[in-house]
């Protein structure tokens, strides 16, 4: 359905000049020339977008910005005249105080060339993706992984050194272009998808790290797994049929759990996570710190690894008690022999605070964003240990 947009201006060449600019971006396009016209046709201002001359006969636009926030408009409206950028202003915040989406102010001398500007952000936010068109990307494998690289922190030649990659889910949708875990975790979680997306992550990064071998990458692959997974029958003799099927070397494989507090029976879990470390396996306790992730988790699961949520870490450099509950965490970590892991690194100066606090590695946008896995190899090939 085309969104609709009405200008509001007796000049006809701002008529004609904006009805064709604003059909190029997909609007149909009503005009009014006199606020007796809005009057007499309320429907008018049934539209998405409002183009408002400043001045409309012996009405002034703060007359119509008025009508228009009588009438509990929720269009947005930009501004256009040939009137001084102060009087444009005036009349902007006029609309702002009353609530009104303002979108700002346009010279007609500038529309052809300056009304691109303004629309882009109208741009409909596209829909949000549905369990159905999530289940088929699964199916038709649009989904791919990023890897973001971890570091060494270990004082010593060794400091900066990659040690291996987190993988992290995308969605590469045709439609709205590639989809970010936030908005299809919790999609899958409530439509029982959890497990085939979980397994077809598993299977990407299986075969990444083949890749990587046979590159001469001799790199750790950390992979989120959920507690559907833990829970999923079967779920030892379907991963060692995937083990086998791409020669994963599980020795360098980390999986990491965030909400084990969703796992109904600790004590299976202990199960099945003392399983996989059989196997080699590492296991890592993700978000350390925040609901999610407990100290009973901890204590009775067979944990190798403690990542320091990113929420402790992005406040080092500047709060106080956020370095010391940081401090404590890889005092406790290292007390129970885990690598302690810090996620969210940013500036140098967390980094030299993680440093000082004895923390084994780190990841974070400071190192560098998670990359495709072309990207990946080009960062790595190019990379130089050294603070970020
Ligand atoms: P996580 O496992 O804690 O992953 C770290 C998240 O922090 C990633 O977000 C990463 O892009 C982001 N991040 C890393 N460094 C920085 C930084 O310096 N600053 C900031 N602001 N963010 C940083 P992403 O990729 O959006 O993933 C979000 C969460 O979604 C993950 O949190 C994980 O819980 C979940 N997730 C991601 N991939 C998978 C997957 O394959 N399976 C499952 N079950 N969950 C996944
Ligand atoms: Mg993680
Ligand atoms: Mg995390």
């Given at each position: 359905m085309l969104s609709g947009a009405l200008i509001i201006d007796d000049d006809c060449s701002v008529q004609l000049l904006g009805r064709m600019l604003l059909r190029q971006h997909g609007y149909q396009v009503e005009t009014a020339s006199s606020f007796g016209e809005l009057v007499r046709?309320?429907?008018?201002?049934?539209?998405?977008?409002i183009l408002l001359d400043l001045g409309l006969g012996e009405f002034t636009s703060l007359d119509i910005l008025e009508y228009l926030y009588d009438l509990r408009l929720n269009a947005s409206i930009l501004l256009i005249s040939n009137y001084t950028e102060e009087t444009a202003a005036h009349a902007l915040a006029a609309g702002e105080a009353k609530g009104l989406k303002m979108l700002g102010f346009l010279s007609k001398s500038k529309l052809l060339t300056g009304l691109t500007t303004f629309l882009g952000p109208l741009k409909k936010a596209p829909k949000a993706p549905t369990s159905v068109e999530l289940a088929k990307a699964i199916r038709e494998q649009q989904l791919f992984l990023a890897f973001q690289p971890q570091i060494s922190l270990q004082?010593?030649?060794?400091?900066?050194?990659v040690i291996g990659v987190e993988a992290l889910v995308r969605w590469q949708d045709p439609q709205r272009g590639v989809l970010y875990p936030d908005s299809f975790i919790p999609l899958a979680e409530q439509n029982d998808l959890m497990l085939p997306l979980t397994w077809y992550v598993i299977e990407l990064a299986m075969k990444q790290q083949a890749q990587w071998l046979s590159q001469g990458w001799d790199l750790d692959v950390s992979i989120n797994i959920p507690a559907a997974f833990i829970q999923a029958e079967g779920v030892l003799d379907a991963f060692d049929q995937l083990t086998q099927a791409h020669h994963a070397?599980?020795?360098k494989i980390t999986l990491e759990l965030t909400?084990?507090?969703?796992?109904?029976c600790l004590g299976y879990a202990s199960y099945v996570l003392k399983a996989l470390r059989q196997r080699g396996c590492k296991l890592a306790l993700d978000?350390?710190?925040?609901?999610?992730?407990?100290l009973t988790q901890l204590y009775r699961l067979p944990f190798s690894e403690l990542k320091i949520d990113r929420s402790f870490v992005s406040l080092i450099d500047q709060d106080k008690e956020a370095l010391v509950i940081t401090e404590s965490i890889v005092d406790l970590g290292k007390r129970l022999g885990l690598t302690v892991v810090a996620e969210g690194i940013e500036t140098s100066a967390q980094f030299t605070r993680l440093v000082e606090a004895g923390c084994t590695v780190g990841q974070g946008y400071g190192i560098?964003?998670?990359?495709?896995t072309d990207a990946f190899n080009t960062w790595l090939r190019e990379y130089s240990p050294s603070a970020p």
């Open positions: 046709q309320p429907d008018l201002l049934n539209v998405e977008l004082q010593g030649t060794q400091q900066g050194q070397v599980l020795s909400e084990t507090a969703g796992v109904e978000d350390f710190g925040t609901g999610h992730s407990s560098a964003h998670p990359l495709t």
